[in-house]
Structures are given as C-alpha cells and as structure tokens.
C-alpha cells in the first residue's frame, strides 16, 4: 500500500500517528466544504460540520477498517454528521426567490455569458427545491464525482436504488428548471 495513500495515513492515524490526520485534512477539507455547502448553502454550518467530520475520524480513528475506498468511509461520515446536526436544530425552511434585477448589474455582458449565468442559477434554485435525499444523491455523483456504487455503500442501499433516485432526480431538476425559466420570461 502507497505509504501516501488515504488508506495508508489513516491506518497510521488508527494507531496514533495523529499528525497524518492533518494530510487527510488537506486533501479531505474543500470536498467536504462543497458538500455541506450544496446541502445547507451556510459557509459558517458547513465549516462547523467539516471540523466535525474530523473530530469524529479522531474519536472513532479505531473503528476504522480499511475496506472499500477512504472517500466512501470519510462521506459517510460527513452525511451522519450533516443529519445529526439538522436533528439537533430545526432547518429553517428559507423560501428560495427569483431575484427581478439579477440581470441588471450584467447588461454589459455578452448575452451568450448571461444565458450561462442565468442557467447556472436556475440549476441552482432547481437544486435547493430537491428533497434532502434527492439532493443528497445528485451533489455526491455530480459534484464530488462518487459512482454510485460508492454512494450505494455510503446510504446504505443497493446501486439499482441510486441510479433510480438520480434518474428520478434529474427528471425533476429538468421540470423545475423549465418551469422557472418559464416564470422568468413573464417578469
């Protein structure tokens, strides 16, 4: 085993090398950042869970195994901390808006830029109108590049039963963002 690999550093973490925690931290921090950040859009909530997700590889560090891959194992940690922390607290539901005058500050651009931008945003609002669970899948599979395998392993459900909720997933994504385009062409 390459004595850099994840696996590798967290062995050496499970017998009280702490100091490799801190590459792990390194490699680890900004993955998991973007996906607290994707489910609850609060920088400050999503740097409180991924410390969390650290403490706890410390405090459980003996638990650790080393089968499958390191990513799956430090995800779904990151999920059971994200869903502690939402259990614990009451998620405030923030009504998601159409903002009138986003194109007003970009009436320079090149109207090929705005279309983009206008798309990002509205994948954007399509994605945060995603039940937890739905989102969950599509920010693991699209965004921090899991297969769904992984995913499976991480939500603790067969790889047929993902590939069914990210299908089911996009579908929706697709309808929420036409139907938001369509209520933006009536502004």
């Given at each position: 085993?390459?004595?850099?690999?994840?696996?590798?550093?967290?062995?050496?973490?499970?017998?009280?090398?702490?100091?490799?925690?801190?590459?792990?931290?390194?490699?680890?921090?900004?993955?998991?950042?973007?996906?607290?950040?994707?489910?609850?859009?609060?920088?400050?909530?999503?740097?409180?869970?991924?410390?969390?997700?650290?403490?706890?590889?410390?405090?459980?560090?003996?638990?650790?195994?080393?089968?499958?891959?390191?990513?799956?194992?430090?995800?779904?940690?990151?999920?059971?901390?994200?869903?502690?922390?939402?259990?614990?607290?009451?998620?405030?539901?923030?009504?998601?808006?159409?903002?009138?005058?986003?194109?007003?500050?970009e009436e320079t651009e090149e109207p090929e830029v705005i279309n983009k931008k206008e798309k990002k945003e509205l994948l954007e609002i399509a994605l945060d109108r995603l039940d937890d669970e739905k989102r969950e899948v599509v920010?693991?599979?699209?965004?921090?590049?899991?297969?769904?395998?992984?995913?499976?392993?991480?939500?603790?459900?067969?790889?047929?039963?993902?590939?069914?909720?990210?299908?089911?997933?996009?579908?929706?994504?697709?309808?929420?963002?036409?139907?938001?385009?369509?209520?933006?062409?009536?502004?």
């Amino acid at each position: 085993m390459d004595s850099t690999s994840d696996k590798a550093l967290m062995m050496k973490v499970k017998k009280g090398d702490l100091d490799k925690l801190g590459l792990l931290f390194e490699r680890y921090n900004r993955p998991l950042f973007s996906f607290f950040y994707r489910m609850c859009k609060c920088t400050d909530t999503s740097e409180d869970l991924v410390q969390s997700v650290f403490e706890r590889i410390l405090k459980y560090r003996e638990t650790y195994t080393g089968d499958g891959k390191f990513s799956t194992w430090i995800f779904s940690i990151a999920r059971n901390a994200h869903i502690d922390h939402y259990r614990k607290k009451q998620r405030e539901a923030v009504p998601v808006e159409i903002y009138e005058n986003r194109l007003e500050s970009e009436e320079t651009e090149e109207p090929e830029v705005i279309n983009k931008k206008e798309k990002k945003e509205l994948l954007e609002i399509a994605l945060d109108r995603l039940d937890d669970e739905k989102r969950e899948v599509v920010i693991l599979s699209r965004f921090e590049g899991l297969k769904y395998k992984e995913i499976a392993q991480i939500l603790d459900t067969t790889e047929g039963a993902i590939k069914t909720k990210m299908f089911r997933a996009l579908k929706e994504i697709k309808d929420l963002v036409n139907m938001l385009s369509e209520e933006c062409s009536y502004e």
